[in-house]
């Protein structure tokens, strides 16, 4: 490890906080560089630990390189001029823009997975809880629509918090946007795949997440409708630390089916196989009539 | 009984001492003593009412004597019947639906429903949905497009029930698909705000094709409290977040986010049931009679360009989003 | 009483059994004009006594005289040769057709209800516990088909214990039969009101009447889905007298209310004036034409 | 083991015996002993099977080594990806389904599963689906719709569960809606009974556009205990109920209830799970070529005019059915 990463890592009891991970869910310590070859899959629980929106794609598609960022100029604006102890709304989103070197909570283009030209919609919850306000909406609006124009499967991979509070009704109101946009593509016959990880709350899981086509948990994700700082508050009664888990929905028939990371793109791949409507010969109709239009 | 208004029911208890002290015969001067404090108790309200904070119109939304569903189905739908259940596991008394006539107009129409006293407010679960609700509000919806009904929505929830027991039975799902419907029925739909518009527990009965709002309601992404908790890390700073919130009708019309503020009479919703379910129902006849015209299939088309319009983000390069080297997004929706 | 009635009436303890009427329910004991005149409602517990297809015309339609019955010379045949211990099949169905006055377990038609032309089909449970065979799903099957051809509501009566096990798979079919004629005219966009009556059991509430587009239940009519022999024997564990109600069935979400007798007619006639499709416009187009083809 | 395989049971033991004792170099005479042995039981397989009793047929169809929908998907389809949940309440472990392949056609497949063994049974629930087995169905069903896929349905159940928590969740409901939904899908749907068809919970799956049955399936209106509990008053007159009833593939095929008999192979589907499985894909292969070739709403059309037919009825008066005076059943409709 080189010095400087030695340098730059917060160090907690005199290990170098950079070196080791730890579980967010049982707390074991893993060295960082086996729990990165193993896919920051606890080895202890089997928690799926969150992955930015790079390690998502490089996971999840052929080939990451070549994954093409759709309406990534689309920025969040600031209509309530919204402010909070921790700072200015737009103070905020320039910081999380900052720290996670991406522009919104929501990162969309076109990829692809075993071969198949894909719509890939990946959350980032390192950008305020993943938290979906008018851009993160509109992004999301605009994919399911581009998967829809140029009829190719659509994957969501879901990380949230919910809706954005900054933006008020505005933030609210991207929960019927993007359901109705993905209602339209279930209209066409288009498949669309979401993908929960940890944690997949509130605003996303009650909208476009929850009509997807075909739902799979990430192992010992949390899904849940209730926000974490609620269910922390009074009205919950009873919430556990095992409630809410992706486990647990899909016991409770919400989600299709519980796969584990290694296996996600094999998974997803089949069902795109399976479900995509006859694409050989669509190919020749729509698809290149997309592919025409996109030069 | 609400801090701003008990300066105004002072005055409201002495012109009621007064009149009945009087009669009839009373000299003209105690009359004119009652018109004027009449006056002043018109003027003292519009004053108090023009005046109110966000906070303040929550109270006012959240009224304990605030008409809720019931009773303006009772004084607006002729010939109501209930109808229950979600035909899959429960019947949700915290939304409330059938159908009946509208000043003539056969409607479907489903609402949240709070109760009053604790025995309702239990029995209602105060007005928090359970997924049943919104099942059952799903089959009323679609039973209106079958039967070429359009269908009102009355929203009034403090948000849908977080309880362990909605989370078992999908909650999320619930709210999503019943949006998911709306999006696309093929039959009009009015949404009217009523009272508390909290959150994905009332967007799931709030897409349509008009979105009205009763003057003193509130629509909101969380609950003040709920924000407090979110945002402060407190729910005591609820005053401050229904500042932030931007959560009145004012606000909410300002920013194109719903079609009409529909006006209140003097002192709020909850001091006169009657004035309110006339205003109410002006404002529903004239979107019907609107929407009435439109052909289904381009009530759905434009209820989505309604809501796909309904944002706050701007773009570094408009008409530039690059893939594959060229515009996928046609020039002609950057307008939604 | 004549004379001739008291010596007809079974006696039970002395009393002319026709002058008391026992409720099955609750076993209160009704002085028989006054429990008819009360619409054979028990006045002590508020259970709905069984009602003959005649008694329920005559509660339903506007005018019982002017019923047109449909489909009346549908009989059963006895495809599988089949016998029981209480007889031979089409000897009990001829004892069924004598005592009941009916040639089948329902009997559909043509009345109105409030003004309202309306396709009606009523149960009768004396009939070999108004169970559905071949016979009975033909005349239900032509009466939806009816109802969608001239665009008029339907409203069915049910009261029965289930497929009629004497007619085997033949019997069974009659359940998809029956549903999808259901299907058809609810895509046609034409009402369809069940009224359940006790008991309203198995095969006819798992297929044609629970699909309804309103569900009636009547007070303490018994809805169920396992048959009543099925209960009683070692399969369901814990059912209690009070369960399968149809305020039990209400509650839990299964039909849409429970309406006292003495306010059906009013409240079919109110849904179907709510329910029923432009009828004045359509009326000339579609009622016209109907009423031509058949004279 | 049941009775009657008993005494063939022995001889494939003697043989099995032979046969560990022997050896490629073993006298031609104890070879020849070996191969008669084989004739003999293949014979006496032959012999006992064709004159199964229908209570036997019953015991088969339930023959606890009989294959279930999970062994015939495991050998049927490829890259099969099981789907879970009905997205209300949960996931029936009675009812099985997800999409795959057979023989290269997009599947989705759906059908009842049983367990072995007291844990798998519990589990399972017996193959007792439950309303949440039956809504999972439904949401598979229409899956398939949406994305051009044919259906599968593998019928093997007792009956649909039975108990207080089936009723409260309304199995009857689920069962009818389940038909209604079969009853109009736009798509292909080839139905196998391929062990017990037990009442509505069967039928409940059971609406097609061809329904194939394998050779010692049963399908019945009521389990033969059920049938002689309602009709004998006593659950040991089952074997009679089991005669009276008509359950065999053999009967209802002479009857045009089934369209065609899947043949198993000798002793049984249990003795065979391979060739069982070959058996039953040759089929459905040719039933699903056939199908694919007919427009979706044709298929509609058919189905409701092939269930339209099912029933034994007489008319007494064929062709005069009096309503207002005249017929209103047309004539053609007659023949259905
Ligand atoms: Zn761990
Ligand atoms: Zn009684």
Redesign the interface.
């Known amino acids: 490890m080189p010095v400087r990463d030695l340098l730059a890592g917060r160090r907690r009891g005199g290990v170098p906080a950079d070196l080791w991970a730890t579980c967010r869910k049982c707390g074991a310590m893993h060295y960082r560089p086996e729990f990165e070859a193993g896919l920051h899959v606890c080895t202890r629980c089997d928690y799926h630990d969150r992955l930015t929106v790079g390690q998502r794609l490089d996971l999840l598609l052929d080939d990451a390189g070549s994954f093409?960022?759709?309406?990534?100029?689309?920025?969040?604006?600031?209509?309530?001029n919204?402010?909070?102890?921790s700072g200015r709304y737009p103070d905020r989103v320039a910081k999380a823009q900052e720290s996670t070197g991406r522009s919104e909570a929501v990162v969309c283009?076109?990829g692809h997975i075993q071969g198949h030209e894909v719509a890939v919609g990946v959350m980032e919850f390192g950008f305020i809880a993943g938290s979906m306000?008018?851009?993160a909406?509109?992004r999301i609006?605009?994919l399911f629509?581009?998967a829809h124009?140029r009829r190719i499967p659509l994957v969501m991979v879901t990380s949230s918090g919910g809706?954005r509070?900054d933006?008020?009704?505005?933030?609210?109101?991207?929960?019927?946007?993007t359901?109705?946009?993905?209602?339209?593509l279930?209209?066409a016959?288009v498949?669309y795949i979401a993908l929960m990880a940890d944690p997949t709350l509130?605003?996303v899981?009650?909208?476009?997440?929850?009509?997807a086509?075909?739902i799979i948990g990430e192992p010992g994700a949390t899904i849940?409708?209730?926000?974490s700082?609620?269910?922390?508050?009074t009205?919950?009664?009873?919430?556990q630390a095992d409630?809410?888990t992706a486990e647990w929905?899909?016991?409770?028939?919400?989600?299709?089916?519980v796969v584990p990371r290694r296996d996600q793109r094999r998974?997803i791949g089949?069902?795109i196989?399976?479900?995509?409507?006859?694409r050989a010969s669509r190919r020749a109709e729509i698809g290149d009539t997309a592919?025409t239009?996109?030069? | 009984m609400l801090d701003f208004e008990r300066d105004l029911d002072e005055l409201r208890s002495r012109i009621a001492e007064l009149e009945a002290e009087s009669d009839l015969d009373s000299a003209s001067d105690v009359l004119r003593q009652l018109e004027l404090m009449q006056l002043e108790l018109e003027a003292r309200t519009a004053d108090v009412f023009s005046r109110l904070t966000p906070w303040q119109r929550v109270q006012l939304a959240r009224h304990r004597d605030r008409p809720h569903t019931l009773d303006f189905i009772e004084r607006m739908i002729d010939g109501f019947v209930e109808l229950h259940g979600d035909r899959r596991h429960g019947d949700d008394m915290a939304v409330v639906g059938g159908v009946g006539s509208l000043q003539g107009r056969r409607v479907v129409i489903v609402g949240h429903q709070k109760g009053r006293g604790t025995r309702q407010n239990v029995e209602r679960n105060f007005g928090m949905a359970h997924p049943e609700g919104y099942r059952k509000a799903i089959r009323l919806f679609q039973l209106a497009a079958r039967f070429g009904l359009p269908v009102i929505t009355l929203l009034d929830t403090p948000g849908a029930g977080p309880a362990l027991e909605d989370e078992e039975r999908g909650q999320s799902w619930a709210i999503a698909e019943s949006m998911a419907v709306l999006a696309r029925l093929e039959t009009p739909i009015v949404v009217a705000v009523i009272g508390e518009g909290g959150s994905g527990g009332a967007l799931a009965m709030g897409v349509g094709d008009r979105i009205l709002m009763l003057e003193h309601a509130i629509y909101s992404v969380a609950s003040p409290e709920a924000a407090a908790a979110i945002i402060w890390r407190d729910s005591k700073f609820a005053e401050r977040a229904a500042e932030a919130l931007g959560l009145t009708s004012e606000v909410l019309y300002a920013a194109d986010l719903i079609d009409r503020i529909v006006p209140e009479p003097p002192g709020g919703a909850h001091r006169d049931y009657d004035a309110t379910a006339e205003s109410l129902t002006a404002a529903l006849v004239e979107a019907l009679d609107e929407l009435q015209a439109i052909p289904p299939t381009e009530l759905v088309t434009e209820r989505y360009a309604k809501f796909r319009a309904m944002s706050a983000h701007v773009e570094s390069s408009p008409d530039e989003v690059v893939v594959d080297g060229s515009g996928v997004v046609p020039e002609d929706r950057h307008g939604l």
């Open positions: 093409q960022e759709l309406a990534g100029d689309v920025l969040t604006s600031d209509p309530l919204f402010s909070r102890p283009g076109v306000g008018g851009a909406g509109e609006a605009r629509e581009l124009e809706a509070q933006e008020g009704v505005f933030a609210l109101m991207q929960m019927a946007k359901t109705a946009a993905a209602a339209r279930a209209d016959g498949p509130a605003g899981t009650a909208s476009f997440a929850a009509v086509d075909v849940r409708f209730a926000g700082r609620v269910v922390q508050g009205l919950s009664r009873r919430a409630d809410h929905v899909l016991r409770r028939g919400m989600i299709d089916a998974t089949r069902l196989e399976l479900l995509a409507p006859a592919r239009r996109l030069g």
